[in-house]
């Protein structure tokens, strides 16, 4: 069964400072894994996604993240937080066998200061 | 543009009521998925439907019912609503490689 541990509840960063939220994951087989961001008062939007192929996947907003198989970790980054990226961050995975279900970790909200 | 609705942004019931979300979608997806989000726990399975007319439960089904009638609206059903119900839901569809997409949540609160 797949799971995700996402480090931190809240982080806190200033205004042009890097953003760093982790991502652990668990699966049997090699999996697809995803990040989306939730804006207060909305749904879910995709930031980015790995599937197969390069490691290093670039997503939207100018976030990215690295799937690093030897420490089952996909991590996410950005160089310089803005305010507008305060948001609730959630990591996701899906794989194994049957049907696909994404499996979420329990979020980490990113509040950005000036 | 792609399009996630769903039938109301805050609901307020009360303790026995049948309660109905509904979501639709314009995508043509063949996937339709009914979460809840808690503080804290993240997003929960409750039922997915992979087909119209087909159904399965998630990882937490119990007090909920779905029906799938049309390809393009999933119906999400509280049988006797309960206070440990509110929450918010969130409907999702994709296709079956594909990412999934959100509607932008119902708050449903049962006093």
């Known amino acids: 069964a797949q799971s995700v541990t996402q480090l931190g509840s809240h982080v806190s960063v200033s205004e042009g400072a890097l953003v760093l939220l982790r991502c652990n994951y668990s699966?049997?087989?090699?999996?697809?894994l995803f990040w989306y961001v939730q804006y207060p008062n909305q749904g879910l939007q995709l930031l980015l996604k790995?599937?197969?192929?390069?490691?290093l996947v670039k997503g939207i907003n100018g976030f990215e993240a690295e799937f690093k198989k030897s420490e089952t970790s996909f991590h996410l980054t950005k160089p310089s937080a803005h305010m507008s990226d305060a948001a609730e961050y959630f990591c996701?995975?899906?794989?194994?066998?049957?049907?696909?279900?994404?499996?979420f970790g329990t979020g980490t909200r990113l509040l950005v200061s000036p | 543009d792609v399009k996630v609705t769903q039938s109301s942004r805050y609901l307020v019931k009360r303790t026995g009521e049948k309660v109905f979300l509904e979501c639709v979608q314009d995508?043509?997806?063949?996937?339709m998925f009914w979460y809840r989000q808690d503080p804290g726990l993240g997003l929960r399975l409750i039922y997915f439907?992979?087909?119209?007319?087909?159904?399965e439960k998630g990882d937490i089904p119990e007090g909920y019912s779905v029906s799938r009638e049309k390809k393009e609206r999933f119906s999400l059903i509280l049988e006797s609503a309960s206070t440990n119900q509110t929450s918010m839901y969130l409907c999702?569809?994709?296709?079956?490689?594909?990412?999934?997409?959100f509607g932008p949540g119902t708050r449903l609160t049962v006093l």
């Open positions: 999702a569809s994709r296709r079956t490689s594909g990412g999934s997409f």
């Open positions: 699966s049997s087989v090699p999996p697809y």
């Open positions: 790995y599937t197969t192929g390069a490691t």
């Open positions: 996701a995975v899906m794989g194994g066998t049957g049907f696909q279900k994404l499996v």
């Open positions: 995508m043509d997806h063949e996937n």
């Open positions: 439907s992979y087909d119209v007319k087909m159904k």
